[in-house]
C-alpha cells in the first residue's frame, strides 16, 4: 500500500510539474510574441519529457520531478532576493533614472529570466552527474584490523551488491568489471544481494556467472539473496531453480543461513533475505522453501567467537542484534547509497534501514553498508551515491 501511495504520489507530482514548466517556458519568450506561438514553442520540451515517459516511466517521472524541485527552488530563490532588495519599490525609480533601450515598434521589454536559466543549467548539471555516477564503477577501499588469528597477514576481501544485471550494463559489461575486481587479488568475492532483477535475462546471467567462475580468488564467490532476485513478476527467460544450476555450474556458493568455515579461522554467515517469508512467492519460488530466515543469535551459535566471523546480509536492518553477538564483519547492499536525495535519509528515519551507506562501527562489530555497482529501474545516482565495488583490507593479529 505505501509503495502504491508513494507511486500515486509520483504520478500526480509528474503532472502538476509539467503544468507549472509548461507555464514558466513561456516566460523566456517576449511578450509581444503572439500567444499561440508561445505555447506551440513552450510545449515542444513537455512534448519531449512526455516520450521519455513513455519510453522510460520510471526515469521520465524521476526527470520531471527533480527538474520541478530545482524550478522550484530558483524561482523561490529569485523572489527572496527581490524581496531583500525592495525590489517592488525600487522599481518605478530605477525606472525613472536609467534610459532604457527602445524596443523594437510594436515590443514590450522583458527582463532576462535568470531563475528560469539557472534552473536548466542546474538541472542539467544535477542530472547529468547523477547519471555518470550510476554508470561509472569505482573501487572503495576500507582497511580494518583484528586482534583475532587470521590464515594470513591480511585478509582480503571484494564485495559487490545490487548489480541488477541489464539495468546499466549487460553480462558482458559485467565481466569485464570481473576482470578489473580480479586485479585485486581477492581471497574472496561476496555478493551480497539483488544480482538479477525482473527485467534480467539468462544470456546476461550465463555471461557475468562464467566471468565469475573463472575469477581466481583464494575461497571462492559466495552470494546471498537479496529482495529482488527471485523475481516480482516473473517475466524474465529463466527462473530461480535455473539461476541456482547457472551458480552452481560456476561455483558460486550460496548461502542461505548456512555458515561456512575457511581455514579453520574464518567463518563466513550468509543469511536469507529480510524478505524471505514477508511477501507472497509465485510457484517457482515458492518450492525453494522460502521460509523465515533463522535470527541472528540462532546463526551466531553455530560459530566459532575465536574465529573471524563475518555475515553476508543484504538488507541493512538488523545491526542491534548482529552486533549484540558480536560478530566482526557485517556486510549489506539494498540502499543504492541512498540512490536520489532524500531517500537514504527518509530510508534511516523511517527505520527502513539502519545505515545508508558506508562504514560504521557498533560495539565489536564493523558494518559497511555498499552503495552497489549498478541500480534498479533508476539510472541516476545524486545526493553523495555512486556505483561501486568494495575492496575491504583486514589485518589480523600476525
Not at 520510471?58 to 527572496?80: R, T
Not at 552527474?129 to 597477514?153: Q, R, S
Not at 535470527?295 to 552486533?323: C, G, S
Amino acid at each position: 500500500m505505501i509503495i502504491l501511495l508513494i507511486f500515486a504520489a509520483f504520478i500526480l507530482t509528474g503532472i502538476g510539474g509539467l503544468i507549472y514548466l509548461y507555464r514558466r517556458v513561456q516566460r523566456f519568450f517576449p511578450e509581444s510574441m503572439p500567444r499561440k506561438k508561445k505555447r506551440l514553442l513552450a510545449v515542444l520540451p513537455i512534448v519531449g519529457l512526455l516520450i521519455w515517459c513513455a519510453l522510460d516511466f520510471v526515469n521520465g517521472v524521476i526527470v520531471i520531478v527533480n527538474i520541478l524541485a530545482i524550478w522550484l527552488l530558483c524561482d523561490l530563490a529569485a523572489w527572496l532576493i527581490r524581496k531583500l532588495r525592495g525590489a517592488k519599490k525600487a522599481e518605478p525609480e530605477a525606472e525613472k533614472a536609467k534610459t532604457p533601450i527602445q524596443p523594437e515598434a510594436g515590443q514590450k521589454r522583458r527582463s532576462v529570466y535568470w531563475a528560469g536559466i539557472c534552473a536548466i543549467a542546474i538541472s542539467v548539471i544535477y542530472l547529468g552527474t547523477g547519471w555518470y555516477f550510476a554508470h561509472h564503477v569505482v573501487a572503495t577501499n576500507y582497511a580494518l584490523t583484528t586482534e583475532k588469528d587470521l590464515p594470513g597477514k591480511t585478509l582480503r576481501i571484494v564485495q559487490i551488491a545490487d548489480s541488477h544485471l541489464g539495468a546499466t550494463f549487460d553480462g558482458k559489461k559485467f565481466a569485464d568489471y570481473v576482470k578489473k575486481m580480479e586485479k585485486e587479488k581477492p581471497d574472496m568475492l561476496v555478493i551480497t544481494g539483488d544480482f538479477v532483477d525482473d527485467d534480467s535475462n539468462r544470456a546476461d546471467l550465463e555471461k557475468a556467472c562464467e566471468a565469475l567462475g573463472k575469477m581466481q580468488t583464494t575461497y571462492g564467490v559466495f552470494y546471498v539473496y537479496g529482495n529482488h532476485d527471485k523475481g516480482y513478476m516473473n517475466s524474465r527467460d529463466f527462473t530461480d531453480a535455473d539461476m541456482r544450476q547457472i551458480f552452481a555450474k560456476n561455483n558460486i556458493r550460496i548461502l542461505e543461513d548456512e555458515v561456512v568455515s575457511l581455514d579453520g579461522k574464518i567463518n563466513l554467515i550468509g543469511r536469507k533475505d529480510r524478505s524471505a517469508g514477508q511477501r507472497g512467492m509465485k510457484p517457482d519460488n515458492a518450492k525453494q522453501g522460502d521460509s523465515e530466515r533463522l535470527d541472528m543469535e540462532a546463526l551466531a551459535a553455530t560459530t566459532d567467537e575465536k574465529h573471524y566471523r563475518i555475515v553476508l546480509d543484504h538488507q541493512p536492518h538488523d545491526f542491534e542484534n548482529q552486533a549484540k553477538t558480536g560478530v566482526d564483519l557485517v556486510l549489506c547492499g539494498h540502499t543504492h547509497g541512498g540512490q536520489m536525495f532524500p531517500v537514504g535519509v527518509t530510508g534511516e528515519l523511517s527505520g527502513a534501514n539502519d545505515k545508508t551507506y558506508g562504514l560504521e562501527k557498533r560495539e565489536n562489530t564493523n558494518f559497511i553498508v555498499t552503495s552497489g555497482i549498478s541500480d534498479w529501474a533508476i539510472k541516476f545516482k545524486t545526493g553523495g551515491a555512486i556505483s561501486e565495488y568494495v575492496v575491504i583490507d583486514i589485518a589480523g593479529k600476525k
